[in-house]
């Protein structure tokens, strides 16, 4: 047994019967349009989890665009912030975009036309912390700030000293060198982060220990989808997150999306995959993985925290199934999309007069296959999640007081306590008991385990219905009228 200091929480083996956090917080990671941030460096923004609670937060200290394939986490924001259905959050967004790294070499030159004072700069490139307007003083003679609105960059005349023609020079940004490998990051040996494994940084600065990772776009990649799974097990050596993931929209048909997902590895049970995209009336693409990310926030937050339903079978914004620019499909029907659910895939249909997202399982999943009943469902996974993540957050404090009698029962009642809870707003069923183990007592290392059924979801419902030639005998019992 290795050494141990601290409480730590471990899945066991399903246990086979006779056959007869306080909230849920996801974290992104990709690319924001900080550039566009007047202070960014200052903000910490780059390589840094932020916590963002609402639309205003994104332009404060991300920004934001329409170009969503570009800047990644913008598709997120809009998601979590900015949809009619209901907005979820707080998330926490990682960037890996650094306009002092990621910027073009030549910068540019332009002529402003003044009116009534104010010049604007249509861009999205802009790195607008950089721009200098000739012979002015920034704060002075004139100010500059991103309209998210418009796509401008507006420039603020102050003083006469700015010529009603002044010429204005910036650096653009330029992300043709960000890759998977951008977004996945390192830890460098002297404490350093970038991408992925800033996730590291989460719990310790800001106290929050992530439910859900998701990285728009990129999570197709497999080598991206491996680095999640690893880094979303035991973040910190205590917190379980689980993956949400995409098979990309190049797979055009049901049957290419399912043998993509077998080749290339995406079957853990700690992920959802999903496939295809999802368009909005109003031409926004959304990666199916984002909207599943939001969805399981907002369904979670109905139960108070508890990831206990399955966010499939709720509704989404109103839509359409999108398999690329190019592609000539149509789409499916929620009959068709159980061939997804059956291996695994998690999807979108129209159903019970709105749009919903469409599967309850995890990734592990394949129909009539001999899958770990606890892989079934993602509510099986989660509610593992949230119970061991619950008692390294709970019983933290503990560590390292002496661990009498009395502090042992009082372990033990409390997650009894939580157990008998959870099973009383229907997230568990049966009579989940709370027992300690045999551990290493003389060397300090208390261990209990704990069996537990999480309750299913209603999957299907079949009535049988038969005719009968009965009832015509109801004209005879009657008698004439």
Request: hydrophobic fraction near 35%; glycine fraction near 8%; include cysteine.
């Amino acid at each position: 047994m290795g050494y141990k200091h601290g409480t730590h929480g471990e899945f066991n083996n399903t246990v086979n019967p006779t056959p007869a956090q306080s909230g849920t917080i996801p974290v992104y990671v990709g690319v924001a349009p900080v550039h566009l941030v007047n202070g960014w460096k200052e903000k910490d923004v780059v390589n840094y989890p932020v916590k963002i609670a609402s639309i205003d937060h994104v332009k404060k200290y991300m920004g934001f665009t329409s170009d969503w394939d570009t800047y990644t986490l913008c598709e997120a924001f809009s998601a979590h912030f900015s949809n009619d259905v209901a907005a979820a959050g707080p998330i926490v967004a990682i960037n890996v975009l650094d306009p002092d790294t990621h910027k073009k070499a030549e910068k540019k030159t332009e002529q402003l036309a003044f009116v009534n004072d104010v010049a604007k700069i249509s861009s999205n490139t802009i790195i607008v912390d950089t721009a200098v307007v000739a012979n002015a003083v920034l704060g002075v003679d004139y100010t500059i700030e991103y309209d998210f609105e418009t796509g401008n960059a507006v420039i603020t005349r102050l003083t006469s000293s700015v010529a009603d023609s002044a010429s204005i020079t910036y650096s653009e940004i330029d992300v043709s060198n960000i890759d998977k490998s951008t977004i996945i990051g390192s830890k460098s040996p002297g404490g350093a982060y970038t991408g992925l494994s800033c996730l590291n940084l989460v719990y310790p600065e800001l106290g929050i220990v992530a439910n859900i990772i998701d990285i728009p776009k990129y999570s197709q990649e497999p080598d991206v989808y491996k680095a999640m799974l690893k880094a979303a097990e035991k973040i910190n050596g205590h917190w379980y997150a689980w993956v949400n993931a995409d098979i990309p929209v190049t797979s055009a048909s049901m049957e290419s999306a399912i043998t993509w997902k077998k080749t290339n590895g995406y079957v853990s049970e700690r992920s959802k995959v999903c496939w295809p995209k999802w368009k909005l009336k109003d031409g926004k693409v959304y990666h199916m993985s984002t909207i599943a990310t939001w969805l399981m926030t907002v369904v979670d937050s109905q139960n108070d925290g508890v990831p206990m339903e399955s966010p499939s079978n709720k509704e989404i914004p109103a839509g359409k199934q999108y398999f690329g620019a190019d592609s000539v499909n149509r789409g499916y029907d929620q009959d068709m999309a159980n061939k997804l659910n059956a291996n695994g895939i998690t999807t979108a249909v129209y159903w019970g007069g709105k749009t919903v997202l469409w599967g309850p399982h995890t990734a592990a999943f394949v129909d009539d296959d001999n899958v770990d009943q606890r892989s079934v469902f993602d509510t099986n996974m989660r509610m593992m999640m949230y119970i061991l993540n619950s008692y390294q957050q709970e019983h933290g404090e503990m560590i390292d007081k002496p661990m009498t009698k009395a502090l042992s029962d009082t372990i033990k009642n409390r997650e009894q306590e939580k157990l008998d809870a959870l099973v009383a707003v229907g997230a568990l069923i049966g009579q989940p008991k709370i027992e300690r183990v045999e551990s290493d007592v003389s060397n300090g290392d208390f261990e209990w385990k704990a069996v537990i059924t999480s309750t299913p979801p209603f999957k299907s419902g079949t009535l049988g219905l038969a005719f009968s030639a009965e009832g015509f005998a109801a004209y005879e019992e009657g008698g004439e009228e």
